[in-house]
Structure formats: structure tokens, C-alpha cells
């Protein structure tokens, strides 16, 4: 794969003028909704070709930016029988989606301190105390293990599907009856819905409500997601989109399924305007900062549902223009997490149930994402939204949002400046941590800073960064009078932040060849 494709490279794998160039140009500090607009249309075109050539009866799409929906579409029926067009309030069921929903609510749990993720579940599911664990050297199952599909149980897909309707009864004597276990707890990962069932019932016993009353109100309700429900019933019926598989080149109906004790796996139902402020949420968790925390969870437990928590296969894929790309991540809580060569962090879930298939999916750095949905059996909306969000990088509006810098990195940005554009040995020795010039002598780094400014004049220090990796490393760029200096600093951990590393080179539209750097 070429290294443009790769996109963006963190600081420190970037040695070269080639791959400071590659970094330099994504730098901004919030996505541009002027310029992704443009590629609105495009996308409208991509999902509407996707659900006819898909034999999708009805699908409903939206762009989430910056926390907002800004943009929807949909074609076709909700309802074929009598060709009720879908729009952004049409309420699909989502399926597996549900599981974020179901880990939110546990960590909220978690916050509040009615448990900890690495308690054993059967302190909460008591039924779970007779289970025949594997091997004697098995850990007992713990509520961590369930979010992250590492509790041992076997790949339950497509039987969970059709468990959703079992009464709580059932399933508390499925529990008695046993589980077979496919791997040892905490040491694979294997998705299973009855997991994700189980940690249901833990939000139900550990709350003292049942899972729905529990979703709705700490969740739904604070975030104004007035249309989401696990009761199909409580649907108005001229917003409901009925299920429908392909076959013997027709559409045939898929009766709703009704909630029960498997709904906190996959019973979920919403709508475009619905789950685009549920995303929101997500994304409003980046980048951290200070400031008063809102509903539904601290951001932190939201950060903390989008970190890959138990790896998983990578796997190697086409795009939709049919480059090979490799994807690596895993499971965080309730979402996927993955890696592509074009974005480092994106986060997603699909979800699939007779008569539905949908997505979420984005990238939290940069504050956009898209949902869809369709009233297909198992429709499988990735590669179109792998596609879409080309369009939008297309644009040149994707742009990630930079971490905040923090005082002692400013402080060094105008220290350091200063240092770059008029040597002064106190100055040198305020900014410098004990390895500093340990690495590389005073004197040589003195003589190298000259090697590069000398030929351009004085230099301007700037009043912002050009980019900023993480609190304690950024990059800015110095105007001269005969050409640009790009300056990056790395501070060491201490009190307060020395400079550790420091790289001093022609900014890369002024440097000719890499070995003008001076590290």
C-alpha cells in the first residue's frame, strides 16, 4: 500500500522531511462542514445505489458533524404493501447496536459505584454461580469479560437472533441448565449475544429496574431520543419500517420479534434523527478537557467505550475502489474499534436481525460520523460507509481535532522560538531536561539551529501551534524572512515539563533533502 494512503502518522514514527510533510498536511483543529457538505450529494448517490442494488426495500442514512445531524437521506418503502415512503423519523429495529446501549448502562452503573467490571458476573446473576467452567485453572466470568465478548462462550450468531422474545424465566433456566464454553474466560474473543443478554439482567438486578425502564431513563431521556424504544408496540404505525427478506425475487415479510430477556443483545429500535444524537454523544467525548460533564456518562466512561479492550483477528479487506487495506483492532465495550490505513480510530457497530440490517460508525478524532439503516434481512451497509467516508475525506474537510497543548507546552513553544531565532545559552539551559543535551552537546545543537536559521534571517515566533500530538508535544511553524522553520518539541516527565527532544528543519515545502533535519 503507498504511504499516501496510510494517512496520518503519530509524531514519533515520522524520522523524515518525507513523513513530517505527510503529518503537516492534516493538521486543523476542527473539521470543515463548508467543504464536507460537498460531498453530501455524492453519499446521498453511493446509499441509494447500494439499497437497489441490494434489494434494501427501505433505507434511512444521516452524517453526524460535530454532534449534529447534518444531513439525511433515505429512499424507498417502510412499508411495501402500501409503498410508505422512509424519511429520518422512520423507526427501524437496529439489532446488535443495542450491546452500546447495554455497556453504557453498565458503566454508568460503575460510576456510580454499584459494581466494578472485574467483579465475577455471578455476584449479580446468581444462576451463573453452577456454571461448569472448562478447565480448573478457568477465572471465574467476570462483568469485564462479558463487554468485551471474552467470557468463553461460544460464536452464538445467528441462534441469538431468534432468542429475542424469551421471558425472564427462560432465560434464568437456560442459566441453571449451563453454557458450553468454546475458549477459557479472558482468553479470546468470541462475540456472543448471550453474554450481552446476561449483562442485561446485571443492569436489572444491580438497578433494582427492569433493563428497558433502566435504558430509558438514563439514557434515552436525558439525550432526547424521544422515538427509541425495545417495545415495537409503542411505535406509532406510520413510522414503524417493517422487516422484509429477499427471496424467489420478492420481498417477504419478517414479523417484528418481540422484546424480552435477550432485548439488551439486539431489541433496540430508533430512528436517523434518534441515534445521530446518540453518536453525538460519543464524539462529544473528544478531545478531553476541562468543564462541567452532561448526560449520559462522564466522558471518560464514554472514551472509555471506544478503546480496544480484547483484540481481535486482523483481517485484510478492498475499498470500494479496490485498493487492499489491512484493518487490525477489536472489541472496546458494546463497539468495534479498528485501524485502517486511511484513519488510525474508527469506532463502529453494525447490527442484524431478520428483516434489518444497520450501522454506526466514526472517527472520534475528527468529530463525524454516519448511520444507516435498511429493512433488509442482514443488510450489510460497510463497504458503503467505508465509501462514504472517503467522499468526505475526498472534500479536504475531514480534519482531526487537536488535543488542547497544555501551559508548560506553550510556555516551551515561545521559549524555544525565541532560542531558534537568537541563541542564548540561559535560555537554553531554562528549557532543557537533563537529557537534552546529554544526546546531543550544547554546542553542536547550537551550531545546527544556525546551520538551518542563518540562511533565512530573522524569525517571527508564532501565537499558535501547527499542530499539537498530545499535551506535552507540538509542532509550529516560524516565519523568516527567506523561508519557514518548522520547530517540534517533546517536554519529559517532569515538574515542571523540561524539553527532552527537539528538531529544528526547514519547513517541508522549503527543505530539498531529509538530512536537513537537526534533532
Given at each position: 500500500m ?8 503519530r509524531?514519533?514514527a515520522v ?5 513530517l510533510a505527510?503529518?503537516t498536511a ?6 470543515d462542514r463548508a467543504k ?6 455524492e453519499?446521498d448517490?453511493?446509499f441509494?445505489?447500494f439499497?437497489t442494488q441490494?434489494h ?5 442514512w444521516?452524517?453526524?458533524v460535530?454532534?449534529e445531524?447534518?444531513?439525511?437521506g433515505a429512499t424507498?418503502f417502510?412499508?411495501?404493501a ?15 447496536m443495542?450491546?452500546?446501549f447495554t455497556?453504557m ?8 459505584g ?5 467483579d465475577?458476573?455471578?455476584r449479580?446473576?446468581?444462576?451463573l ?7 480448573s485453572?478457568s477465572?471465574r466470568?467476570t462483568?469485564?469479560?462479558l463487554?468485551s465478548h471474552?467470557?468463553?462462550f ?7 437472533d431468534?432468542?429475542?422474545a424469551?421471558?425472564d424465566?427462560?432465560l ?7 453454557i458450553p ?6 482468553l479470546?474473543y468470541e462475540?456472543?449475544?448471550y ?18 425502564d433502566y435504558?430509558a ?6 439525550l ?5 424504544t425495545l417495545?415495537a408496540?409503542?411505535?406509532a404505525?406510520?413510522r414503524?419500517a ?5 427471496e ?5 415479510d ?5 422484546h424480552g430477556?435477550f ?8 430512528s ?7 453518536v453525538?454523544?460519543f464524539?462529544s467525548a ?12 462522564r466522558r471518560?466512561s464514554?472514551?472509555e ?11 485484510v479487506?478492498?475499498t ?5 487495506q489491512l ?13 485502517s490505513?486511511?484513519?488510525e480510530?474508527i469506532?463502529?457497530?453494525s447490527?442484524?436481525?431478520p428483516g434489518?440490517?444497520s ?7 475528527y468529530?463525524v460520523?454516519?448511520?444507516a439503516?435498511?429493512n433488509l434481512?442482514?443488510t ?8 462514504a467516508?472517503?467522499a468526505?475525506?475526498?472534500?479536504g474537510?475531514?480534519?482531526p481535532?487537536m488535543?488542547?497543548p497544555?501551559?508548560?507546552?506553550i510556555a ?5 522560538s525565541r ?6 545559552d540561559e535560555v ?16 553542536r545543537r547550537?551550531a545546527?539551529i544556525?546551520?538551518?536559521r542563518?540562511p533565512l ?6 501565537a499558535?501551534?501547527d499542530f499539537?500530538?498530545n499535551?506535552?508535544?507540538g509542532?509550529?511553524t516560524?516565519s523568516c ?12 516527565p517532569t515538574?515542571?515539563p ?20 537537526c534533532?
Amino acid at each position: 500500500m503507498s504511504s499516501a494512503r496510510c494517512g496520518r502518522r503519530r509524531l514519533s514514527a515520522v524520522p523524515t522531511i518525507i513523513g513530517l510533510a505527510l503529518l503537516t498536511a492534516h493538521i486543523s483543529a476542527q473539521s470543515d462542514r463548508a467543504k464536507l457538505t460537498t460531498a453530501f450529494a455524492e453519499i446521498d448517490r453511493l446509499f441509494t445505489e447500494f439499497a437497489t442494488q441490494s434489494h434494501v426495500p427501505g433505507a434511512a442514512w444521516g452524517i453526524v458533524v460535530d454532534g449534529e445531524l447534518a444531513h439525511a437521506g433515505a429512499t424507498g418503502f417502510r412499508d411495501v404493501a402500501s409503498k410508505s415512503p422512509v424519511d429520518a423519523d422512520t423507526v427501524f429495529r437496529i439489532a446488535s447496536m443495542t450491546k452500546s446501549f447495554t455497556a453504557m448502562s453498565i458503566l454508568k452503573l460503575r460510576d456510580e459505584g454499584k459494581l466494578s467490571l472485574d467483579d465475577p458476573a455471578e455476584r449479580y446473576v446468581p444462576e451463573l454461580k453452577g456454571l461448569k467452567y472448562p478447565t480448573s485453572d478457568s477465572p471465574r466470568i467476570t462483568v469485564r469479560h462479558l463487554l468485551s465478548h471474552a467470557e468463553g462462550f461460544p460464536e452464538d450468531n445467528p441462534w441469538g437472533d431468534r432468542q429475542l422474545a424469551r421471558t425472564d424465566d427462560e432465560l434464568s433456566q437456560m442459566l441453571r441448565g449451563g453454557i458450553p464454553f468454546s475458549n477459557a474466560p479472558g482468553l479470546a474473543y468470541e462475540y456472543s449475544n448471550y453474554g450481552f443478554a446476561i449483562l442485561g439482567r446485571v443492569v436489572s438486578n444491580v438497578s433494582g429496574q427492569r433493563y428497558d425502564d433502566y435504558v430509558a431513563a438514563n439514557i434515552l431521556r436525558p439525550l432526547g431520543m424521544t422515538s427509541t424504544t425495545l417495545e415495537a408496540s409503542k411505535v406509532a404505525p406510520d413510522r414503524l419500517a417493517h422487516g422484509y427478506r429477499w427471496e424467489d425475487n420478492q420481498w417477504k415479510d419478517e414479523p417484528l420479534l418481540p422484546h424480552g430477556a435477550f432485548g439488551s443483545m439486539g431489541g433496540m429500535l430508533t430512528s436517523v434523527r434518534d441515534l445521530s444524537r446518540y453518536v453525538g454523544a460519543f464524539l462529544s467525548a473528544w478531545p478531553p478537557r476541562d468543564g462541567p460533564e452532561t448526560a449520559p456518562i462522564r466522558r471518560a466512561s464514554l472514551r472509555e467505550m471506544q478503546q480496544v479492550w480484547r483484540p481481535a483477528p486482523a483481517a485484510v479487506t478492498r475499498t470500494a475502489s479496490g485498493a487492499i487495506q489491512l484493518n487490525s483492532g477489536g472489541y472496546a465495550f458494546g463497539l468495534r474499534v479498528t485501524q485502517s490505513c486511511a484513519f488510525e480510530h474508527i469506532v463502529a457497530h453494525s447490527g442484524g436481525l431478520p428483516g434489518f440490517g444497520s450501522v454506526m460508525q466514526w472517527l472520534p478524532e475528527y468529530g463525524v460520523g454516519i448511520v444507516a439503516f435498511g429493512n433488509l434481512t442482514y443488510t450489510g451497509w460497510g463497504r458503503v460507509t467505508n465509501s462514504a467516508f472517503d467522499a468526505l475525506a475526498k472534500t479536504g474537510g475531514l480534519k482531526p481535532r487537536m488535543p488542547q497543548p497544555s501551559p508548560a507546552l506553550i510556555a516551551a513553544r515561545d521559549k524555544v522560538s525565541r532560542l531558534v531565532d537568537r541563541w542564548d545559552d540561559e535560555v537554553a539551559d531554562d528549557i532543557a531536561a537533563e537529557n537534552l543535551f546529554m544526546d546531543v552537546s550544547k554546542d553542536r545543537r547550537r551550531a545546527d539551529i544556525e546551520r538551518v536559521r542563518a540562511p533565512l534571517g530573522a524569525c517571527t515566533a508564532p501565537a499558535a501551534f501547527d499542530f499539537v500530538g498530545n499535551a506535552l508535544r507540538g509542532g509550529w511553524t516560524m516565519s523568516c524572512e527567506r523561508g519557514k522553520i518548522l520547530t517540534i518539541v517533546t517536554l519529559a516527565p517532569t515538574m515542571p515539563p523540561k524539553v527532552q527532544s527537539l528538531r529544528v528543519i526547514l519547513a517541508p515545502s522549503d527543505a530539498p533533502r531529509s538530512d536537513d533535519a537537526c534533532r
